[in-house]
């Protein structure tokens, strides 16, 4: 039965700014990462505040064929062992997909290797997964992914590999987006998560609460989400505040407890009302203590019996292991793509 074979599979990531490749092999009992590398451009777009699309792309041309090579010769695998290239084929920006994709549709007509597409949101959903014996995961469905990024807020609802039904969203900015913003108002540079995140642990509960901010759409029925408001609110509080470091720690503490209190009570009225077995978070907000407590708390509290899975945090940002994994279950169904006329589609909607 072909579950039962060893696969291995070359996975390519290059839909922002992380170049970033996987081998892995896999067969039903063991998801096995042979290797996962990252080259993040982070410190070159932080000196213009966020990501530079045409930079981006220069950078993943220069690193994506030594980034394979590498881990082919790391793992001594030729190209005639592998099964199958794996790559992002949107959403993202469509100058990074295109490296990606060029470079998988070369290798894949070269080597004479079957051709897989995984969306990026898909990653982000399977990416607390890793770890799973494959044949397990099927067990854990029906599944409600939360997924938290630069670009994503969304509850998506996986009733089996490859189904997926969009639950609710954000309706303008994604919460990690807010987090770059608040960081950029506070001055703290980017990427604003891990910055905002690690001034709000200065926060002491005993000082009395500076700021007090809006909860967007928290009491609204239904699971849309809105997080521009939140930023700004900060704006506007900033502004006013006398700008001390007491405050920023404050504001930093006050944010963080915002956009974590919409994000919870949405996920947990969501797992109610599907009544899912378990729940996958997955994207770079998904690197948030804060965030992990308050589910771990609300769900014990509420759905105990719900399963919930965390990605390891080096699975947490844009990586390629978590583009291997929904690949290995393509792969079993066949679903390749032609590389004849294959394009990345910067706004591949996963589920609507
Ligand atoms: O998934 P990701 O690496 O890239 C996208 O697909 O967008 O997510 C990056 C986002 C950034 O907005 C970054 O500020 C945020 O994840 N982030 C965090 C934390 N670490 C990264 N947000 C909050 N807390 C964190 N610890
Ligand atoms: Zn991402």
Known sequence: MSSYKTIKILAIETSCDETAVALICVDQNNFTPLQSVISSQVKTHAKFGGVVPEVAARMHIKQILPLIDLVLKKEKIKPQDLNAIAVTGGPGLISSLLVGTETAKALAFAWKKPLIKVNHIEGHVYSSLINEKPKNIAKLFPALSLVVSGGHTELILMKEHGKYKF???????????????????????????????????????????LFDLPRPMINVPGFEMSFSGIKTAVLYAWEKSGKTKAQKIAMAYEFQEAVTDVLVSKTLLAAKKYQVKSLFIGGGVAANQRLRSKLTTIFENNLPEINLKFPAMENTGDNALMIALPAYFHYLKKDFQKIKGFRPDPNWELVR
């Open 167 to 209: 639950i609710g969203g954000t309706r303008d900015d994604a919460v990690g987006e807010a987090f770059d913003k608040v960081a950029k108002i506070l001055n703290l540079g980017y990427p604003g998560g891990p910055a905002v995140s690690r001034l709000a642990l200065e926060y002491k509960s005993i000082n009395k609460k």
